[in-house]
């Protein structure tokens, strides 16, 4: 059930805004989302990544800005002349009906053929590896069968695109691990653009080819996850996208390769960036970048500290490491790389001139 290039299309939001009396939901957010390929809509509840995912599916009008397809606008389309694959978070499934009927229904309604339906239902249903489950009935099924029964009932009529609305919320920690790899790997096999909805910050680095980040109504920054996550634009991003220690300082000296500067007293180095001296800058520095250093061991960037508390997560060690003038840094080391560590144990930390990046304060 592998898609042509023909069923792939680009997506292209031109400032859309969603006004409820003198509430705004989603504010002048403008978005191009490349054919074929995987965009996550990321962002705390209340952000607009919902709003504006049911006004791309046709749902929701929009109060301003306009929706494109292959450049031609269908904000005056109704959800059933888009031609979108719609999966939902509680499913939708038909009770009464078998999985084969439910996957079959979009092509009833369209009015194809019975033998064309036949072939459909059963690639669709091959295509999540859900064949042999074809005679149950949603009831019969378990958390993550039932999503793979809304998967094949959107992709069963070849669709522009396929929109995911926090589909995976429902089911266990596990049970989403292995979806995730799952709508992934369709979507590799497809082709499809899709468009996904999500909370879930692992979720959406694991899986998207670009993230779309909003907050409030707005889009705060669209890029690739990794980008995202060594690049964060605002404070908001970096410290929504994982964890991050922040530290605000002042620029001493600046030349083409970075610059120095100071932070509660201590002085610091940062390369790859720069700054006019005098200037404010809010750095934020992930706790993996943080190294614990053995005497003697150089960095670009060395604190003195003790370890006020320490967490075991398995494969790391997440400490607490109060620093004089800073305060609480956190940092997070291998297991296998380090002893159990001490509370109180005095201890050296340093990261690399580019591990910290300058971010806006907003």
């Known amino acids: 059930m592998a898609a042509s290039g023909g069923l792939s299309h680009a997506l292209t939001l031109d ?13 002048d957010v403008s978005l191009r989302i490349a054919r074929g390929s995987f965009l996550t809509l990321l962002g705390p509840s209340g952000s607009g990544k919902t709003t504006l995912l049911m006004m791309i599916a046709g749902f929701v009008a929009p109060s301003g800005g306009e929706i494109r397809l292959d450049d031609t606008p269908i904000g005056h389309l109704p959800p059933e002349r888009r031609n979108f694959g719609m999966v939902f978070q509680g499913y939708a499934l038909f009770p009464h009906l078998t999985v084969a009927e439910n996957v079959a229904f979009p092509l009833k309604v369209r009015r194809r053929p019975k033998a064309e339906i036949a072939v459909s239902v059963r690639q669709a249903l091959d295509s999540v590896q859900l064949s042999t489950l074809a005679d149950r009935m949603p009831r019969q099924l378990s958390g993550g069968q ?29 049970l989403r691990a292995d979806l995730q790899i799952e709508l992934k790997s369709l979507h590799e096999r497809l082709g499809l653009t899709f468009i996904y909805v999500t909370h879930d910050q692992q979720e959406a680095l694991s899986m998207s080819d670009e993230i779309a980040i909003l907050r409030d109504g707005r889009l705060v920054q669209q890029d690739a996850p990794q980008a995202l996550y060594e ?11 994982g964890r991050s220690n922040f530290l605000s300082g002042t620029v001493e000296a600046a030349d083409a390769s970075g610059f120095a500067y100071r932070c509660g007293g201590q002085a610091l180095r940062h390369s790859g960036d720069t700054a006019p001296d005098g ?9 993996e970048k943080i190294r614990i250093l053995d005497a003697g061991e150089p960095a670009a ?3 003195a500290g003790r370890v006020a508390s320490w967490t075991y997560l398995g494969g790391d060690y997440q400490l607490v490491v109060d620093v004089d003038g800073i305060g609480p840094v956190t940092v997070s080391t291998p297991t296998w790389r380090r002893s159990t560590p001490v509370t ?3 201890i050296d930390i340093g990261w690399d001139g580019d591990a910290a990046v300058p971010v806006a304060p907003h």
């Open 15 to 27: 400032r859309v805004s969603k006004r409820y009396g003198g509430s705004i939901a989603v504010d």
């Open 146 to 174: 039932q999503q793979r029964a809304a998967l094949a009932r959107a992709l069963v009529f070849k669709p522009h695109l396929l929109l995911l609305d926090e589909p995976l919320s429902a089911l266990d920690k596990n």
């Open 231 to 241: 690049r964060p634009a605002t404070r908001f991003v970096a410290g929504f996208l």
């Open 279 to 287: 200037a404010a800058v809010l750095m934020t520095l992930r706790p």
């Open 301 to 303: 960037n060395r604190l």
């Open 344 to 346: 109180g144990a005095a």
